[in-house]
């Protein structure tokens, strides 16, 4: 089979598969469509703090803040020395015990009351009998030794004693609050509770934690408040959990930028009935005293753009500000405003329906990528090795997806869509000479080339090459996205919009396609004369001068910080640059990617403007390079709605083409007084 059959081959191949993505990406679009409920919830404890300072009752608290639109409670299990620190009880260790008995404990114990002391035990003293056996049931499922005897016990005083670490003690939750149940049940507001990690968990410790959480009134989710999950390690605890969440009939939580240690596992066996949670924490906030437009923006955007379903609206404190219980809920009010005027439904937060792909979906949208690698060799001038190469592709395809198709060959798959298509179709893209003419001397390359326009340098532009420049960088950035559209159809499914799973290997996916580009395009823009063997071994053999030494040193930390900048976890942002991107997300609805169109872009329109004319040009090259690998990997993000990523696309191209002229003009301006600079330097 020639090359041009081969070639048309594979494009029908890659068409196909682009069906079958779209596909798959509608299925998903018409999943988000009806993905709206989003809950508003605030923190019990918190709002009790409020409704203090303000000199009212909780539940009255409650019932403004529902008015407001909060739907939902969260409810943290508090620690043993977060209860005793709020009065539950009384704790003394067995040496404070014997030094001084303390109020009623004379009575309880007698005269003789130091023989019953072990000074090395934790004493917890009660006057309620309700409250006394919902700590000591829950610190004893929960392995802590609980010494009880009856002659302790009084009417209106109970005591145990406790022997367990206090470190690991303290840290313990003990249960939920009869009263904070009570109030939320006559606010009639859903309950959501936050459970506490402890160790040597057990299947009957378990049992007893869920059967307390059961009594929660309209129970909403179930978080989990450590950076562990109880029993992590052991999968049939684990497992356990997920059998009686299950059984509760409600979704497990995950929140947002905390990474919990076994929160994925549980939610693949909960099905992926998970829902996620952002909030703007206490600690944060006091660092930038955020005002309430700024936290409100971020609410809506986690909402719009991350599909987060529940917003955790702590009790924020403002120093200057009178009433503290009134900035809240008019926090709570401004929240509520902007989620139903983006479209969202203040109700239950909705949880996301499966997402049916199966293997042979899976397999024919990987053919897709297979071909755009055996292109992408041929463009290499490795044509020899092409049919070897797909059809190792294709027998390691087929057999991962036989093995295993939830995960590792989904994300390998797309990790190889989005390094072949933005490589694939800038070295298709990109000629030697300026867009729309062609070089008068078949003589390639060649600095004092002649192009057939004749015009000395301008400060304009001229139209239609500029116009050719444009629809350039435009097919460059839909054959880019062909890769985009693959990824999409490949991780189509709600563990991946849930980020119970993520696309792996950003950072390399950014940085692949530059050295691929590299290569292709400085042995391209060589001798033709030899193959590219005889090339690189003459360009090994070249010395070093110290300016390409240095060059080379700047280019390193340009691509430390732009490797950086990308990924799950990349470098902390200014808070310039912050108010710069809320700017835009007002202004735009969805902020495009700075590195699009502030950067990758306009250099890319520059460089087709001007074509590539010899590795000189290499630096615009890598440089309009990152605009389109950024465009592809915007896809990954599988957690943003499809919609969002489309119009931050969007935005992203035609606020790059208006950047572009603007460096068209700037570099004709600066070509202009150069030649006029020589000029000058001849005569004299």
């Known amino acids: ?77 508090p620690t043993v020395q977060e209860a005793a620190q709020n009065a539950e009880f009384i704790m003394r260790t067995g040496q404070e015990l014997l030094v001084g008995a303390g109020p009623g404990l004379t009575q309880l114990w007698g005269e003789n009351y130091r023989e019953e002391i072990d000074p090395g035990q934790r004493y917890f003293i009660f006057t309620s009998e309700r409250t006394y056996q919902r700590v000591r049931g829950q610190l004893e499922a929960k392995g802590v030794q609980v010494n009880a005897p009856d002659h302790w016990q009084k009417p209106g005083l109970y005591v145990f004693g ?17 009263e904070a149940w009570q109030q939320i049940r006559e606010a009639g507001l859903q309950t959501m509770v936050q459970l506490r990690t402890w160790n040597q968990v057990t299947p009957a410790g378990l049992d007893y934690v869920f059967e307390d959480i059961a009594r929660a009134p309209n129970l909403s989710a179930i978080a989990f408040n450590d950076p562990q999950l109880p029993g992590v390690g052991d999968p049939e605890l684990t497992r356990q959990i997920s059998y009686h969440i299950k059984d509760l009939g409600v979704p497990a939580v995950q929140i947002e930028f905390f990474n919990q240690k076994g929160m994925s596992s549980l939610g693949l066996l909960l099905d992926k009935q998970v829902i996620r949670l952002h909030s703007l924490s206490l600690e944060e ?136 298509f933005p490589t694939l179709s800038l070295a298709v893209n990109l000629k030697p000479g300026p867009a729309g003419l062609k070089p008068a001397s078949r003589q390639w390359p060649g600095r004092q080339v002649r192009w057939e326009s004749g015009r000395r340098p301008s400060t304009w532009p001229e ?37 119970l799973d993520q696309f792996t290997g950003v950072k390399l996916a950014h940085v692949i396609p530059l050295a691929l580009l590299a290569g292709i395009f400085f042995f391209r823009s060589r001798e033709r004369d030899a193959g590219w063997q005889e090339q690189l071994s003459r360009f090994m053999d070249q010395p070093i001068l110290v300016k390409f030494a240095v060059a080379a040193g700047v280019l390193l930390v340009v691509l430390l910080v732009y490797v950086s900048r990308t990924g799950n976890e990349s470098a902390a942002v200014s808070s310039l640059e912050l108010q710069f991107r809320t700017m835009l997300d007002n202004l735009l609805g969805v902020r495009p990617r700075t590195k699009e169109f502030m950067f990758g872009h306009p250099l890319l329109l520059l460089l087709f403007y001007l074509g590539y004319r010899d590795n000189r040009y290499m630096p615009l090259l890598l440089g309009g390079a990152i605009g389109q690998i950024s465009l592809v990997n915007t896809y990954a993000h599988i957690h943003t709605p499809l919609v969002v990523s489309l119009l931050r696309s969007f935005h992203g191209l035609w606020l790059g083409i208006i950047g ?23 005569k004299a």
């Open 285 to 420: 906030y006091a660092k930038r005293n955020f005002s309430i437009t700024e936290m409100v923006d971020r609410f809506s955007l986690a909402a719009t753009e991350r599909n987060i379903r529940v917003l955790l609206l702590h009790s924020y404190m403002k120093p200057d500000e009178p009433d503290m219980l009134q900035f809240n809920l008019q926090l709570v009010d401004e929240t509520r405003d902007r989620l139903l005027a983006e479209g969202m439904h203040i109700e239950e937060a909705s949880t996301l329906e499966p997402l049916p792909v199966s293997r042979g979906l899976l397999f024919v949208i990987g053919l897709g990528v297979i071909a755009g690698g055996m292109l992408l060799l041929m463009v290499m001038g490795l044509t020899g090795l092409v049919p070897y190469i797909g059809l190792a592709g294709l027998l390691c395809w087929a057999g991962l997806l036989a093995v295993d198709f939830t995960g590792p060959a989904r994300k390998l798959m797309a990790f190889g869509a989005v390094v072949v």
């Open 162 to 178: 406790a022997s367990y670490h206090w470190g690991f003690l303290e840290q313990m939750g003990v249960g939920y609050s009869e």
């Open 463 to 499: 139209p239609s090459r500029l116009g050719h420049s444009i629809v350039l960088l435009l097919r460059t950035s839909l054959y880019s996205l062909v890769g985009a559209l693959l990824m999409v159809g490949l991780l189509a499914d709600i563990g991946f919009m849930l980020k």
């Open 1 to 77: 089979m020639n090359e041009k059959s081969w070639k048309l081959l594979l494009i029908g191949v890659i068409f196909v598969s682009m069906v079958a993505a779209g596909y798959a990406a509608w299925q998903r679009l018409a999943l988000e469509r009806d993905h709206r409920g989003v809950e508003l919830a605030v923190v019990y404890d918190e709002v009790a703090a409020l409704a203090r300072m303000k000199g009212i009752g909780t539940a009255e608290a409650l019932d403004q803040f529902r008015d407001q639109g909060v739907t939902t409670v969260l409810v943290k299990e």
């Open 660 to 682: 572009g002229l603007v460096l068209i003009v700037i570099w004709l301006i600066g070509e202009r007084l150069y030649e006029k600079y020589l000029r000058a330097g001849a």
